[in-house]
């Protein structure tokens, strides 16, 4: 037995020399001194021996096992040394190079002039109400006063949702990407009893592509349900948003114009922020540039959504948010808000 005490003391020796790293050492450490490990196996057979036998092997055996602990802690000691040395070494900074500039988000445009129509229309008593942006078409267009002929519920301007179900040629899902943002006064007036003052900004979709159109942009709609509001408050409201938004001088006008949902109804046009209506690119010389759509809500529009017309009756608009931004901070193209170049984005930074 003392000989395979020794043996082993000279094996587990030299696997404790050549142990490349504190893993690798640890695994001798298991193997030669653990519970399972080779010395414990020895140190079990002990008792079969005779006292005088187990004296002497049992010395033996204390011996190598201390020499291997010292050897293996040693080592080890060794081992972690070199191996921070090397991961610091990995790791070695030269802080005298020069930093790495972080790069800094910015709310988008779209973000930030909706935040400024929420702030406007807030100060005269608007709050805000979002609708879902895939909406049905009862709310997009019926409600609305849009008969089913109407040319806005072609395909050519609507994304239809396929909803799975078949259907013959020239009837459509009933499920689409709002093109407006007029589907949240019915919404709106179905669940809220008046007065009402809603604003609601958000995206909306047409199958529409230019450079001043954009398949997917972004509308706020406005809306006033009281009794005898008159057009003269719309004319009004309008004025305000566009004194606060675009300057002080800033006028607006109505022209005649036809909504289904209105009645009557009317473009409104800003005089051009830029030249002052002595003639600009921008507003091609007119002086005014347009807005947006308004106009008195349709009587079908109150029938509709449940309300007592003409106890009640209102006035509504919308414009686009790309529009009046590309007005404000001369935006030449409606592509930049969509294409994410961060030099564009970067100049509108609050
Ligand atoms: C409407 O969408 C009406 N719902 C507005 C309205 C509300 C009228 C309430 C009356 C009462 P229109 O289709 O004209 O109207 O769109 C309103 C504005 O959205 C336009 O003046 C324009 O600024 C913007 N717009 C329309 N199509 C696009 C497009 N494809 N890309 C970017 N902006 C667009």
Redesign the pocket.
């Known amino acids: 037995m003392l000989d395979r005490i020794n043996g082993l003391f000279e094996e587990a020796k030299l696997a404790i020399a050549k142990a490349t790293t504190s893993e690798s050492l640890y695994e001798v450490k298991v193997r030669y001194l653990g519970k399972q490990g080779s010395f414990s196996g020895i140190l079990k057979e002990m008792g079969k021996l005779t006292p005088d036998d187990r004296k002497t092997i049992g010395k033996r055996a204390n011996e190598v096992r201390d020499e291997l602990e010292s050897l293996y802690l040693s080592k080890e000691s060794g081992l972690k040394r070199s191996e921070l040395n090397s991961r610091l070494e990995k790791e070695r900074l030269d802080i005298t190079l020069p930093g790495e500039k972080r790069m800094v988000g910015s709310d988008h445009l779209v973000v930030r002039v909706t935040r400024e129509l929420c702030e406007i229309f807030g100060r005269i008593g608007f709050s805000v109400r979002l609708g879902p942006h895939i909406e049905k078409d009862f709310f997009n267009f019926d409600a609305?006063n849009i008969g089913p002929d109407h040319a806005?519920r072609d395909m050519q301007d609507t994304f239809y949702i396929d909803d799975g179900v078949e259907r013959k040629t020239g009837e459509f899902s009933p499920w689409i990407l709002r093109?407006?943002?007029?589907p949240v006064?019915i919404r709106s007036m179905m669940t809220e009893k008046p007065p009402l003052r809603i604003m609601s900004p958000g995206g909306?979709y047409?199958s529409?592509?230019d450079v001043?159109?954009?398949?997917h942009?972004?509308?706020v709609?406005?809306?006033v349900v009281d009794e005898n509001v008159s057009m003269a408050d719309l004319k009004g409201t309008l004025g305000f948003f566009a004194r606060e938004f675009f300057g002080s001088e800033v006028k607006v006008r109505l022209r005649p114009s036809f909504?289904p949902?209105?009645e009557p109804?009317?473009?409104f046009d800003a005089s051009c922020p830029l030249c002052k209506q002595k003639g600009c690119s921008m507003c091609k010389g007119s002086g005014w540039i347009?807005?947006?759509?308004?106009?008195m809500?349709h009587p079908n529009v109150f029938k509709s959504a449940g309300i007592e017309y003409p106890k009640y009756n209102g006035?509504?608009?919308?414009?686009?948010i790309?529009?009046?931004a590309i007005v404000k901070y001369g935006v030449t193209h409606?592509g930049a808000f969509t294409e994410n170049d961060t030099r564009f984005l970067e100049q509108f930074r609050s």
């Open positions: 609305l806005s093109t407006h943002t007029s006064q909306v047409r529409d592509s001043s159109h954009s398949p942009f972004h509308q709609e406005g809306f909504f949902f209105v109804g009317a473009e347009e807005i947006g759509g308004s106009g809500i006035f509504a608009f919308g414009m686009g790309e529009r009046i409606i």
